[in-house]
């Protein structure tokens, strides 16, 4: 059996740890597994590489992907399996176990549904992938947006400022939300949400009132403009939107509203970059494995998720959903602990 094995959409902490179990079990069932270089991309163009033991030594600790990846999608600049099913054929791949986040894994259902054997794996620094817990990457992010925010308090402590710092979360603020408590921001601002920021301003007047004359605001970057506001969101080169920008908003009406000085971070890419964490190495070791099992089952259109502490599969329809939001318990905590 030859397994094709690609990741596509943007990179991620854990990612090597997953092309690494499927290459390891696949081996054990004595199948072989071709990598497909650059995503979606290298699959539309016929690029592929040949992925045994001695190619994934030594990767489990790298960030980023040796496949490589792209933002290039067979629907959106191409004709869907028709764009893909030479490559495919003329590789003599018996399936695919597709490695991305929720617009990946939708075109790879929509793939599923023209006939494409394939399997998927959950993958975004967002958590946000309905149908599974967790998505590996996620667990590095917070990390270092931990690490980072901490570093910004000792700042703000020191000039008597409010510092907004500005992470990942498209849609939904796991990050924000995990990283903000971990980290013991005075204020999140995710889009499950709303917010008012002249009773943000009050609460952090209420804090200078009382001598804490700094306060550190985390915001997802997927909150919506205060009210007023328009941001232009620039597209990139693949015609995606390229989100950022709304805490430089946020910071001048925060500025304007206290009177107090407002700096911006942007933490951005640094997020996704870098040495997985044990965690995210172990559940992309899990998730790869389990991958390569329905794989050479023949179990396709289905995806491996994390459900509590076992890994297991649901059908890739699951991805239809809204993206999983950050639960009213995790927000109320949040909240809690925001109070000046």
Same mark, same amino acid.
């Given at each position: 059996?030859?397994?094709?094995?690609?990741?596509?959409?943007?990179?991620?902490?854990?990612?090597?740890?997953?092309?690494?179990?499927?290459?390891?079990?696949?081996?054990?069932?004595g $199948?072989?597994?071709?990598?497909?270089?650059?995503?979606?991309?290298?699959?539309?163009?016929?690029?592929f590489?040949?992925?045994d033991?001695?190619?994934?030594?030594?990767?489990?600790?790298?960030?980023?992907?040796?496949?490589?990846?792209?933002?290039?999608?067979?629907?959106?600049?191409?004709?869907?399996?028709a764009?893909?099913?030479?490559?495919?054929?003329?590789?003599?791949l018996?399936?695919?176990?597709?490695?991305?986040?929720d617009?990946?894994?939708?075109?790879?259902?929509?793939?599923?549904?023209e006939?494409?054997?394939?399997v998927?794996?959950?993958?975004? *620094?967002?958590?946000? *992938?309905?149908?599974?817990?967790v998505?590996?990457?996620?667990?590095?992010?917070?990390?270092?947006?931990?690490e980072?925010?901490?570093r910004?308090?000792?700042? %703000?402590?020191?000039?008597?400022?409010?510092?907004v710092v500005?992470?990942m979360?498209?849609?939904?603020?796991?990050?924000?939300?995990?990283?903000g408590?971990?980290?013991?921001?005075?204020? *999140?601002?995710?889009?499950?949400?709303?917010?008012?920021?002249?009773?943000?301003?009050?609460?952090?007047k209420?804090?200078?009132?009382?001598?804490?004359?700094y306060?550190?605001?985390v915001?997802?970057e997927?909150?919506?403009?205060?009210p007023?506001?328009?941001?232009?969101a620039?597209?990139d080169?693949?015609g995606?939107?390229?989100?950022?920008?709304?805490?430089?908003?946020?910071?001048?009406?925060?500025?304007?509203?206290?009177?107090?000085? $407002? =700096?911006?971070?942007?933490?951005?890419?640094?997020?996704?970059?870098?040495?997985?964490?044990?965690?995210?190495?172990?559940?992309?070791?899990?998730?790869?494995?389990?991958? $390569?099992?329905?794989?050479?089952?023949? %179990?396709?259109?289905?995806?491996v998720?994390? =459900?509590?502490?076992?890994?297991?599969?649901?059908p890739?329809?699951?991805?239809?959903?809204?993206?999983?939001?950050?639960?009213?318990?995790?927000?109320d905590?949040?909240?809690?602990?925001s $109070?000046?």
């Amino acid at each position: 059996m030859r397994i094709g094995l690609l990741t596509a959409g943007g990179d991620c902490p854990g990612l090597n740890a997953v092309i690494r179990g499927v290459v390891a079990r696949a081996r054990q069932h004595g $199948a072989d597994v071709v990598g497909i270089l650059e995503g979606w991309d290298g699959l539309m163009e016929g690029r592929f590489r040949p992925l045994d033991r001695d190619a994934v030594r030594g990767i489990l600790q790298r960030g980023g992907t040796i496949l490589g990846t792209s933002r290039r999608d067979p629907y959106v600049h191409g004709d869907g399996a028709a764009s893909v099913r030479g490559a495919i054929e003329g590789e003599r791949l018996d399936g695919l176990i597709v490695v991305g986040g929720d617009g990946t894994l939708r075109s790879s259902l929509a793939l599923w549904e023209e006939g494409i054997p394939l399997v998927g794996v959950p993958k975004t *620094i967002d958590n946000d *992938i309905p149908g599974t817990d967790v998505t590996f990457g996620f667990d590095t992010a917070v990390q270092i947006a931990t690490e980072a925010i901490d570093r910004i308090t000792t700042t %703000a402590e020191s000039h008597d400022r409010v510092m907004v710092v500005e992470v990942m979360g498209r849609t939904c603020g796991w990050i924000a939300s995990y990283a903000g408590i971990a980290a013991g921001a005075d204020a *999140i601002l995710v889009p499950e949400n709303p917010y008012d920021l002249s009773e943000l301003a009050e609460l952090l007047k209420t804090r200078a009132a009382g001598g804490r004359r700094y306060s550190v605001v985390v915001v997802a970057e997927g909150i919506a403009p205060p009210p007023g506001a328009q941001i232009v969101a620039p597209l990139d080169a693949f015609g995606f939107e390229r989100l950022g920008g709304v805490s430089a908003v946020v910071a001048a009406e925060l500025e304007r509203l206290t009177g107090f000085e $407002a =700096r911006v971070t942007v933490l951005g890419y640094v997020q996704r970059g870098g040495t997985p964490s044990a965690a995210d190495r172990v559940l992309g070791s899990r998730l790869g494995v389990a991958a $390569a099992d329905l794989a050479v089952a023949g %179990a396709f259109g289905r995806m491996v998720a994390l =459900r509590g502490t076992e890994i297991l599969d649901v059908p890739l329809d699951v991805v239809r959903a809204e993206p999983r939001a950050v639960p009213p318990a995790i927000l109320d905590v949040a909240g809690t602990l925001s $109070a000046p």
